[in-house]
């Protein structure tokens, strides 16, 4: 059983910078990769980032390509979310999740993957 806790949402102006942490505890963690996820009211969770357990391989949605970066801190449990150049269209909740792999360079951007969620942390990114 993992615990999953996000920190680091608010509000920001368009072009601005926010970084989101996602604590994580419970046993065996070196054998998740862990993905950021977004959702806006009416729709279903998007995959934003993800990071391989071993932190050597990531991926990111198209949209977020060249202004998100996703980062793990192995020894403190910690997966960050950089967001740089923040748009509108990024504001929603964001959930981070931890999905058990037994492979240390894959990560998948796939909500039925999922394992573990957070509760999420609100980015408001005003125009």
């Known amino acids: 059983q993992l615990k999953i806790v996000e920190t680091g949402g608010g509000l920001v102006q368009s072009g601005g910078s926010l970084r989101l942490s996602c604590e994580a505890s419970g046993s065996n963690l070196n054998y998740y990769s862990f993905a950021w996820f977004h959702q806006v009211p009416g729709k279903g969770r998007e995959g934003v980032s993800c990071?391989?357990?071993?932190?050597?391989?990531?991926n990111y949605a198209d949209s977020v390509k060249g202004r998100f970066t996703i980062s793990r801190d192995i020894g403190n449990n910690t997966i960050y979310l950089q967001m740089d150049s923040l748009k509108p269209g990024d504001s929603g909740v964001y959930y981070c999740a931890a999905h058990q792999s037994l492979i240390p360079r894959y990560c998948v951007l796939a909500s039925s993957k999922v394992n573990y969620w957070g509760k999420g942390t609100l980015v408001t990114v005003s125009s």
């Open positions: 990071i391989s357990s071993s932190g050597v391989v990531t």
